[in-house]
T-cell receptor, first 113, second 115 residues
Framework: DQQVKQNSPSLSVQEGRISILNCDYT??????FLWYKKYPAEGPTFLIS?????DKNEDGRFTVFLNKSAKHLSLHIVPSQPGDSAVYFC????????????FGTGTRLQVTL | EPEVTQTPSHQVTQMGQEVILRCVPI?????FYWYRQILGQKVEFLVS????????KSEIFDDQFSVERPDGSNFTLKIRSTKLEDSAMYFC?????????????FGSGTQLSVL
């Protein structure tokens, strides 16, 4: 039951370039989407979120885009920095399931010098 | 920033044994959660807890699992009789309110290895 999918297990980007991480979802009840970053031996850390009433949310170097008709969201990091190297999880929730997050499988981002 | 604290960081146990994973959520938070991540897989919701009772649980959270907030500061996850497939990283999380717009803060996790 993969309601949230991240089809790219890994991504390598050069420092200073743009990183684009993608996420697809299938559950139409989801109306709030989040990105979490995770370093080894640490818990997920909240990065940025977007409500379904918006199509874009920006916070510094991080921008999340939401395409509701395609049930697709993406995280853009620009410029990418070596410290951004981590696993990025897309997560979704809905008003009917307000307490829990449904996570994707994650994308490991490697930012190279 | 305040942190969610989990102990121990690693727990090794024999199959069939009981384990208790401990968490100290952020002090003014009211909603508490357990998630787990089996190696190489996604982070999965186990249970949410509010007002001293379970508010939602997943299919994974069967009769072998229980949660408790024994003293107003700790939040524990007990697995009564561990199985090999319970081996995973277990994350505790908390938030101030139940709305999804409220940031959910995670602890660093307890790596449970069932032998």
């Amino acid at each position: 039951d993969q309601q949230v999918k991240q089809n790219s297990p890994s991504l390598s980007v050069q420092e200073g370039r743009i990183s684009i991480l993608n996420c697809d979802y299938t559950n139409s009840m989801f109306d709030y989407f989040l990105w979490y970053k995770k370093y080894p031996a640490e818990g997920p850390t909240f990065l940025i979120s977007i409500s379904s009433i918006k199509d874009k949310n920006e916070d510094g170097r991080f921008t999340v885009f939401l395409n509701k008709s395609a049930k697709h969201l993406s995280l853009h990091i620009v410029p990418s920095q070596p410290g951004d190297s981590a696993v990025y999880f897309c997560a979704a929730t809905g008003t009917g399931t307000a307490s829990k997050l449904t996570f994707g499988t994650g994308t490991r981002l490697q930012v190279t010098l | 920033e305040p942190e969610v604290t989990q102990t121990p960081s690693h727990q090794v146990t024999q199959m069939g044994q009981e384990v208790i994973l401990r968490c100290v959520p952020i002090s003014n938070h009211l909603y508490f959660y357990w998630y787990r991540q089996i190696l190489g897989q996604k982070v999965e919701f186990l249970v949410s807890f509010y007002n001293n009772e379970i508010s939602e649980k997943s299919e994974i959270f069967d009769d072998q699992f229980s949660v408790e907030r024994p003293d107003g500061s700790n939040f524990t996850l007990k697995i009564r009789s561990t199985k090999l497939e319970d081996s995973a990283m277990y994350f505790c999380a908390s938030r101030l309110s139940g709305t999804p717009y409220e940031k959910l803060l995670f602890g660093s996790g307890t790596q449970l290895s069932v032998l």
